[in-house]
């Protein structure tokens, strides 16, 4: 590389100057995408309220219900699962639940749960195939059922 | 007698490694050789004893673990159920398979595991390591016995995670084991995901250990390379079982949810490929190092995290695995290393410097450190995706979450870069590339992958998935390219040496294991993400209520769903359906079901009890390399659980004697009434009851064959979904041959001495540049001034081993240059 002075044709940068400018882009790609992903995430996200917060949420809203199945309370109907949820430490009151799709295999009475849905006139109507059902296992301290 | 001498042998191996640790840093210090030969002698060699007593005391450490291990086992398989681990989570009608691996279904049981590896691992690596790197061993050392410590302290103090914890009086049966749990991917998944967690203890550990010692040179990566190769290879092991598992047993037919414990799971794994790859560019031209040192501490930190989150219940996830007491200890560990490393880089930041550059774009590690750079931004996204609950209620203080359109926006774009970069990498030379080569090489993949996308567009209507297509476009790119490496280093094999074709191919892989192992993983990965790629975008998924005849059309294939199934025995009632699926004049038969279990450790009771345990969906599925066909099927069940409730009560009419039930009733209640006034009777009357309950509930299930019930059958057409398994296993054998050590006794775990360490890699470098130019991708004249170049530093390091490290008394024969290929 001779020269190295600012008298060069712009296509032999001198190295130094070269590797700042791809710093420079890279900072600015990466600032750039962080920006993307904190603005994205939340816009894109849900909020997650337990049942004894939804009773009183907004309706029509779009929340994820996180709660314990309200154990004997399942019943299958033509259009789907109905069945109540309370919040994870059982207290508080239990909110109705509507769901059709798919049901994974842990989901039953006492398992905590998560579904994406709104409120309708006092009923929790999940999205179809939002339902995520915790699996038991695995670390839990005692087996409550 | 197990509880006590188990807990004997782990408080034993706990202090073992505290004894390990202050032992390695009491011998810590800069010896030479000689000095070592001297004290040897001597008998004094205080420091190099101290270093010997605390690897024999990692040694012994291991040894009392797996005393501990084998005392679990011993215990699981004999039922000893006065040990609480055993109880809770095995019973005598386990299988015996699942009682011996139950152990990692437990807290305290898969904390033991954790140490039992370390453990392994640590003793592995001061083996391979014994008597070289003196400086830099009594640090790791130190690290790996801090770890230790810190996980056999943990089950010992804690409280409530002591695998040795007894019961007494000790009950006459356990719990069981979940029945979703009693998969065989399950049992092996665990231990894989763990071991990767703890495999990247040892460059972490020796990582520290150089920047410690200020040896920061390329020599604690030549010693561990291996090592987080194993734990990159059974990392990706654990996630691939864990999605096959996913998909073939949970019943909703996909394999990967961004479900914060996979993220955990994924994030190292993401850390440790680019790791794996930005050593390359510290060993062979001295540069990243810094780079290099951060990303082995995120790699680490990581795995920890990985392991406090399936603790911890900070975040909801699929994995529920309860609040325990551990969760913080171990985010105090994590804040321990963050905070160390971080000072301790800082404070070498000076040594960290390197004199040389990136030459030129157009060069490997150009490309090395633009994947570094994807890679690690995949990472950043899915951190903060997966911590978002948490990040939100520190600002909003409203715990919100991001589902998976959230995670698929982001991620998909950087893989799709990610698989163009697999190609691009390999062509491409190390230092610099004249353009004119580049391009030469570039021509027959970048035609071909046109070639695939126009074909593509026209035929297959890609165009509607424009993700997709870019992915299929770039991984034809990368795949003919990684081809085109395998025929050109072949036949310039062949050139120079004859043979067959096949022959040659194996010849160069032998003889180069490290980067033909390399190509073959980025085969794989380039396989498996066309399998991701098609069977997410291009998935046909229905969901058919049918009543038994009934057939549905999905995806040109007709459904049948021809009868229904039931089979009832001690443990559940099982529901199922045959349904044959016709395309052209192809059919074949899927049994999918759905099981009802009693409740995990329940072997008696109401007949309605059944409905009050597990439920697990047994998929049918088709696999093919064209596309798999998966249902699995919710029967309607409402009218036999009325039945099953009216039968128990009329049971417990019948049991209790009361009017008005059948004669056979009376005869029962009498064997009750006498059984209640005489215990010996007991066994007699439980049995007849037992009888007439299964009788029951036999029928029961029967009339469900009759009444024609409509069931639910959610159907997923899935194309290429197969490849993700077969490019997950193509990247394992890579990684395999990566790992598998050389057959010439010269190149060990670790090369003799350093100096060995550092002309073996200049000899290697100087025979990748000669198969490089044979095989077209070295211009001739690039090709002379590296090998002008490689060959000087060649000489350098000759130069240097006189004195340098002390060894200088022999002096080494001038070696030939590299033998030819």
Request: proline content about 5%; hydrophobic content about 45%.
């Amino acid at each position: 590389m001779e020269g190295g002075g600012h008298c060069d044709n712009p296509r032999t940068l001198d190295p130094q100057r070269k590797r700042k400018i791809r710093l420079v882009v890279a900072l600015g790609v990466a600032v750039m995408l962080a920006a993307a992903l904190v603005y994205t995430s939340f816009s894109a996200s849900t909020e997650a309220k337990e049942p004894s917060e939804l009773l009183s949420a907004a309706p029509g809203a779009t929340y994820d219900m996180t709660g314990k199945v309200v154990k004997g309370s399942i019943r299958r109907g033509d259009e789907g699962l109905r069945f109540r949820v309370v919040d994870r430490d059982g207290g508080g009151e239990s909110i109705p639940v509507t769901y059709s799709g798919t049901v994974p295999d842990p989901f039953r009475g006492g398992r905590e749960i998560v579904l994406t849905g709104a409120v309708e006139s006092g009923v929790f109507v999940g999205q179809p195939d939002t339902l995520v059902t915790k699996c038991p296992s695995k670390f839990t301290t005692s087996n409550d059922s | 007698m197990t509880a006590s001498l188990g807990s004997a042998a782990l408080a034993l191996a706990f202090l073992a490694f505290v004894f390990a640790a202050f032992a390695a840093l009491a011998g810590r210090g800069r010896t030479s050789l000689r000095y070592a030969a001297e004290s040897a002698t001597s008998g004094e060699g205080g420091r190099e004893r101290w270093v010997l007593a605390s690897r024999r005391a990692v040694y012994a450490a291991c040894g009392l673990l797996t005393v501990c291990v084998l005392l679990i086992e011993l215990a699981f398989a004999n039922d000893d159920f006065s040990l609480s681990i055993v109880q809770q989570h095995s019973s005598i009608e386990t299988p015996t398979f699942y009682k011996l691996s139950a152990m990692w279904s437990s807290q305290e049981g898969s904390l033991l595991l954790w140490a039992w590896v370390l453990s392994l691992a640590a003793s592995l690596a001061l083996y391979a390591t014994r008597g070289k790197l003196r400086e830099i061993v009594p640090y790791a050392t130190a690290v790996m016995a801090g770890v230790g410590t810190f996980f056999t302290g943990l089950m010992l103090f804690a409280g409530g995670v002591n695998p040795f914890a007894g019961l007494s009086p000790a009950p006459a049966d356990g719990v069981g084991l979940n029945p979703l749990l009693q998969h065989p991917s399950m049992m092996i998944h665990p231990p894989m995901l763990y071991s990767g967690y703890v495999a990247f203890t040892i460059p972490f550990a020796f990582a520290i250990g150089a920047l410690a010692a200020r040896r920061l040179d390329a020599s604690w990566i030549r010693a561990t390379r291996r090592f987080a190769l194993i734990a990159w290879a059974l990392l990706g092991f654990g996630l691939l079982l864990g999605a096959r598992w996913s998909y073939t047993e949970l019943g909703w037919g996909g394999y990967w949810a961004w479900d914060p414990v996979e993220n955990a799971a994924l994030m190292p794994w993401l850390i440790g490929t680019a790791f794996l790859h930005s050593i390359m560019v510290q060993e062979k031209r001295g540069m990243l190092k810094v780079w290099n040192a951060c990303l082995i501490v995120a790699a680490f930190s990581l795995a920890l995290l990985g392991t406090f989150l399936v603790r911890s219940g900070v975040l909801q996830s699929i994995h529920a695995f309860g609040d325990s007491t551990v969760g913080p200890y171990i985010l105090g560990l994590i804040a321990v290393v963050l905070i160390g490393s971080t000072a301790l880089i800082v404070s070498r930041l000076d040594d960290l410097r390197s004199p040389r550059r990136i030459d030129s774009l157009a060069s490997r590690e150009a490309v090395f450190v633009v994947n570094n750079l994807l890679l690690v931004a995949l990472c950043a996204t899915i951190f903060w995706g997966t911590f978002f609950p948490l990040i939100s209620e520190l600002f909003t203080g409203e715990k919100s979450s991001l589902a998976a359109p959230w995670f698929d926006r982001y991620t998909t774009p950087l893989a799709i870069g990610l698989v163009l970069f697999t190609g691009i990498g390999p062509l491409l030379a190390w230092r610099r590339v004249s353009w004119a080569t580049a391009k030469r090489v570039f021509v027959v993949p970048s035609l071909l992958a046109a070639a695939v996308g126009v074909g593509l567009v026209a035929f297959a209507g890609a165009a509607a998935e424009p993700w997709a297509l870019a992915l299929f476009v770039f991984a034809t790119f990368a795949l003919v390219g990684l081809g085109q490496e395998f025929w050109r280093g072949a036949t310039a094999r062949r050139s120079l040496r004859g043979g067959s074709l096949p022959a040659a191919l194996v010849g160069i892989v032998s003889t180069n294991r490290r980067r033909y192992g390399g190509y073959i993983v980025h085969i794989g990965i380039a396989v498996l993400l066309i399998g991701i790629a098609a069977s997410s975008s291009f998935q046909t998924n229905r969901d058919l209520q049918l009543a038994p005849g009934e057939s549905a059309e999905v995806d040109g294939r007709t459904v049948t769903y021809e009868r229904p199934t039931v089979a009832v025995d001690a443990q559940k009632f099982s529901f199922g359906g045959v349904v044959t699926v016709q395309q052209g004049d192809r059919s074949f038969v899927l049994r999918p079901a759905r099981r009802y279990y009693r409740p995990t450790g329940q072997q008696s009771g109401t007949i309605a009890s059944f409905f009050e345990g597990e439920a697990t969906s047994e998929v049918g599925l088709r696999a093919g390399l064209g596309s798999d066909f998966w249902t699995s099927m919710a029967p309607d069940i409402a009218a036999v659980q009325r039945r099953v409730r009216a039968a128990d009560q009329g049971f417990r009419a019948c049991v209790g004697g009361e009017p008005g039930t059948p004669p056979q009733c009376r005869a029962v209640a009498q064997l009750m009434r006498a059984a209640v006034a005489n215990p010996q009777l007991r066994p007699v009357a439980l049995a007849q009851i037992e009888r007439l309950q299964t009788a029951t509930a036999e029928r029961i299930a029967r009339s469900y064959l009759s009444e024609g019930s409509v069931a639910t059958f959610r159907v997923i057409v899935d194309p290429l979904v197969t490849w993700m398994w077969i490019g997950g296993l193509i990247a394992l054998s890579g990684a395999l041959i990566g790992i598998w050590p050389a057959r010439r006794p010269r190149r060990r775990l670790v090369a003799d001495t350093e100096l060995e360490a550092l002309k073996e890699a200049k000899y290697r470098e100087i025979r990748d540049a000669e198969l490089d130019h044979a095989a077209g991708k070295l211009s001739d004249e690039d090709f002379a001034l590296l090998d002008a170049e490689l060959r000087r530093e060649a000489i350098e390091i000759l130069g240097n081993g006189n004195g340098a490290y002390g060894i200088g008394e022999q002096t080494e024969p001038a070696k030939q240059p590299a033998e030819p290929l």
